[in-house]
Nanobody, 131 residues
Framework: QVQLVESGGGSVQPGGSLRLSCAVS????????MGWFRQAPGKEREGVAT??????????AYADSVKGRFTIAEDNAKETLYLQMDNLSTEDTAMYYC??????????????????????WGQGTQVTVSS
């Protein structure tokens, strides 16, 4: 059983930054793929960024909307996944979720950003960007 607990959400002005954290526990093979997803009010949940250190090769993937602004990283010793979010805009307002899946979610050189690929989810942390 994989457990994920997000933290770090909050309110910030446009152009600001936040760092989300996700504490992870459970069998390593069930979290070979890790990712951040978000869901804005009235919208479907979407992939933001994914991370894998499978075979000691770090692979990450980003949604086009966050490339160059968000960075996903893992502290393996702390078993924590991070999402550094810079230059935030109002369109980034959403509930952010951490998710994990086995290597089954890996394809084409990175873990997929497809929500349906992930079976293990955290409770989410709210990010609000407003002036």
């Amino acid at each position: 059983q994989v457990q994920l607990v997000e933290s770090g959400g909050g309110s910030v002005q446009p152009g600001g930054s936040l760092r989300l954290s996700c504490a992870v526990s459970g069998p390593t093979y069930r979290r070979a793929c890790m990712g951040w997803f978000r869901q804005a009010p009235g919208k479907e949940r979407e992939g933001v960024a994914t991370y894998s250190n499978y075979g000691n090769r770090v692979r990450s993937a980003y949604a086009d909307s966050v490339k160059g602004r968000f960075t996903i990283a893992e502290d393996n010793a702390k078993e924590t996944l991070y999402l550094q979010m810079d230059n935030l805009s109002t369109e980034d307002t959403a509930m952010y979720y951490c998710a994990a899946e086995s290597i089954a979610a890996y394809s084409g050189g990175a873990c997929r950003l497809d929500v349906s690929e992930y079976r293990n989810w955290g409770q989410g942390t709210q990010v609000t960007v407003s002036s």
